[in-house]
């Protein structure tokens, strides 16, 4: 790409986008008259954008000279990112350049040029912020419509329902249990798609946590370690309280304690996925604050599993601690014996294996 005309044949479409919104005056280049004038309205356009500056502080262009790869990332990069002052560019470089080998070069780096972007479109950032926070509250107000309108049916309820009936039940943890196993709010599909979805956020988590949090750009994702993260837990959960439960009078089933703890990871999930976008956008002090809402909805989990398992098995506080610390010693031991089962039986399977291999070598 050694000539000038073919540059700006290629920005051509993207100029006469930009003659709507920008008013193009005449260059003041020296060698102005040496502009072919099937392009001199696109120059015109691109130097009152400052996306062409000529050589000299502007003093002439050059229209028929060479132009250079980096004169062509130039112009790339004040396109791709508005910068046309070429204020944050070594920051830009830098961090792409930092990745590999230099964690916390690329951390300042992105400091910087962070705030050059957010200084650049603060007013962009807060009608985006205004436009997300309209929205929650939009969907707030109807999710409660939702459930207000289910109260009054009768017979089935749709998984639409169901799972607008989740969002009542984290806020409302006592009677939304309750009416969960009473009244049937929500059933094994609701539960399901609930459980699967807080998988899901576990793998997102794994696939997209900004480079600044991992320190990797490339991340091992496993839909088997994002299941034993959280699925595993749940049902292992789930088998451990009842079996508990069952001895102490106990009055909820393994499907009611398995479907309360699927819809008490409704706040991990709700936290989980915005928290992991952000992380590709936040700063390295930010992090605390991501962190925070992270650890908010974990918490605010283990604890709507907590009182879920006290509102199906119809206990007292005190009775509802032992039973969840015999639960938890439970879930170590049938982990343990799984693990023991595992083990003896690969090794049993490889015993096998080298009999039948011996005897087919022997024949």
């Not at 929650?136 to 998984?159: C, S």
């Not at 607008?164 to 309750?178: K, L």
């Not at 490339?218 to 009842?242: C, K």
């Amino acid at each position: 790409m050694r000539n000038l005309q073919k540059i700006l044949a290629l920005v051509l479409a993207l100029v006469m986008s930009l003659s709507l919104m920008a008013t193009a005056g005449a260059t003041d280049f020296s060698d102005d008259a040496e502009i072919d004038e099937t392009f001199r309205e696109s120059v015109d356009v691109l130097n009152g954008l400052k996306v062409f500056q000529g050589y000299d502080n502007g003093a002439y262009f050059s229209p028929k000279g060479d132009i250079t790869r980096a004169e062509v990332a130039a112009i790339i990069y004040r396109i791709a990112t508005g910068d046309v002052e070429n204020k944050y560019l070594d920051n830009y470089t830098y961090m792409q350049q930092s990745k590999f080998n230099d964690l916390d070069g690329y951390k300042d780096a992105y400091n910087s040029y962070r705030k050059g972007i957010m200084e650049k479109y603060i007013l962009l950032f807060l009608v985006a912020a205004a436009v997300i926070v309209f929205l929650i509250a939009k969907g707030t107000k109807k999710l409660k419509a939702a459930n207000d309108a289910a109260w009054t049916k009768h017979g089935k309820y749709t998984l639409r329902e169901e799972l607008c009936y989740g969002w009542y039940v984290i806020f409302h943890p006592f009677d939304g249990f309750y009416e969960l196993k009473r009244e049937r709010r929500g059933t094994m599909k609701g539960a399901l798609v609930i459980f699967t979805a807080a998988i899901a956020e576990n793998l997102f988590r794994s696939m997209a946590t900004g480079y600044i949090v991992t320190g990797s750009e490339f991340a091992r994702v496993s839909i088997v370690d994002a299941f034993m993260s959280v699925g595993f837990l749940v049902i292992l959960w789930s088998v451990a309280n009842w079996c508990f439960t069952t001895l102490m009078d106990g009055k909820g089933r393994m499907k009611d304690i398995f479907i309360a703890s699927s819809y008490a990871l409704i706040p991990m999930i709700m936290f989980g996925f915005p928290c992991t976008i952000v992380t590709n956008f936040c700063t390295e002090s930010e992090l605390q604050f991501v962190n925070f809402f992270y650890s908010l909805g974990n918490i605010w989990t283990f604890a709507l599993i907590f009182l879920g398992a006290l509102v199906i098995n119809e206990y007292s506080l005190l009775k509802n601690v032992a039973t969840t610390f015999l639960a938890l010693v439970g879930m170590a031991f049938i982990a343990f014996i799984g693990i023991l089962g595992v083990n003896l039986f690969t090794t049993m399977f490889g015993f096998i294996q080298t009999i039948a291999n011996e005897i087919i070598y022997r024949m």
